[in-house]
């Protein structure tokens, strides 16, 4: 168990504390206004922490606080890490960007690509190209998610019992199966689509490396790194866990907000599917940590994780012809906005701040979780911020762009 702390004051590393107070007051506000529950920040530069701050509850009925160590649902932000895990094996040499995924995985031999109809009656044909690795990891595979409802192949997800959560009984081979046959949305490399892409590329991670996902984490990524708070839910943890855990709570179409406990069910029993798309719970001090080690270019405390060259390959847009999400994606449910946003191996990557209407630096590179919970990495400020929260989905608190916009107005240096 770790706790951040501040190591420097804001004004040592170009910081006006002053202005930085807006920030916390913003989100005290909106706990006062019962937007949201409670919150965790942290924000270093220079690798140091200057802010480290929270406020409201993690169990807002019972009105416990938000505490150092509250574990959060980080949902996708869980896809970084396991993008992470599916570079650290490409690293060794288990396989190469364009590889099919059917050689790891059978079942996507023969993907078929959506031409018409209904979820009822869908008319489909033969993929031109295979679904390759680096689609995966860019979300450029032509698959979906259950939770859009947009497309018959969503309605098709949802039919299987894949919406937000898997179904109790089934694994992540099973899982990943049934996906295989549902039409992909368009020719792989074709758009770019938010999707179930980082799951499957948690199983490419258990067939190359003989483990399971959750171990291969533990051993490979989490425990070398001192995230200890991090795993694949809270069953089969010291039980003092669940109470540090914070209650999932929805936003209702008056903003009231009222506890969403079956949603976040998932994360408090024994889990047989790991989910390496949005299966995390962790800390703030873990994540902090966890960036970190992309800040040092792969390593951190004497722990090299990755190669200096793979985090520059990692956090630079990998979409064709250096195009942003607005051009090359489909206008749906996602954790970034599309305007002047690419995307990476696992990351959202601002291309154009104005565009993104911003102040972000070009570079920067982020994600962020169905509950709220968000993370970047400027690397031209030598900024890293985690921000935990538990309102669920994120579009029902679109906090992100403020949070930027009030970290940017405190950097006075």
Known sequence: MGELQVEVEPRDVGIDAERLSRLPDYLDRLVEAGRMPGWQLALSRGGRPFYVGSGGFRHAEQRLPVEPDTIWRIYSMTKPITSVAAMMLWEEGAFELSDPVS??????????????????????????????????????????????????????????GYEWNYPPDATLAQAVDTWAPVPLLFEPGAEWNYSLATDVLGRVVEVVSGSRLDRFLDERILCPLGMTDTSFGVAGRDPADADRLARLYAATPTRRLVAAD????????????????????????????????FRNGGELDGVRVLGPRTVAA????????????????????????????GFGLGFAVVLDPVAFRSAASPGEYSWGGAASTAFWVDPLEDITCVFMTSVFPSSALPVRSMLRQLVAQALVD
């Open 103 to 160: 050689a790891f995985i059978p079942s996507f031999a023969d993907v078929r690509v959506y031409a018409g109809g209904s979820d009822l009656k869908p008319l489909t044909v033969p993929a031109q190209e295979p679904v390759r690795i680096w689609h995966l990891l860019t979300h450029t595979s032509g698959l979906t998610y259950g939770f859009h409802r947009v497309h018959p192949s969503d309605a098709l997800l949802r039919g299987a």
């Open 314 to 341: 990692m956090t630079r847009n990998h979409l064709p012809g250096d195009v942003d999400l607005d051009t090359f994606g489909r206008p749906l449910h996602a954790e970034t906005p599309y305007r002047g946003v």
């Open 262 to 293: 079956a949603v976040g069910a998932s994360l408090t029993r024994p889990v047989n599917a790991h989910s390496g798309g949005g299966g995390l719970v962790s800390t703030a001090h873990d994540y902090h940590r966890f960036l970190l080690m």
